[in-house]
């Protein structure tokens, strides 16, 4: 498991305590379950950013493709 896959399981399970405590309409639950959520969008864009697209995959497989050229002015 990945560092903020691990951040996750472990926010789910205070959250999870918070809200057995304090009862699942506090305050307190719904901001343990927001810090969840914040870090599962987190873990998505993470995600989308190292995916490369079929382009930049084209062109580390054919670098002297006429596409793929990259010219310094």
């Known amino acids: 498991m990945t560092d903020i896959q691990n951040r996750i399981q472990q926010e789910v399970e205070e959250a999870r305590a918070v809200c057995d405590t304090s009862g699942s309409n506090s305050a307190e639950c719904a901001a343990a379950w927001d810090a969840v959520e914040e870090l599962q ?7 989308q950013a190292k995916q490369k697209t079929a382009f930049e995959q084209y062109c580390d497989d054919n670098p002297e493709a006429a596409e793929c050229r990259v010219y310094d002015d």
């Open 41 to 47: 969008a987190e873990a998505s864009h993470q995600k």
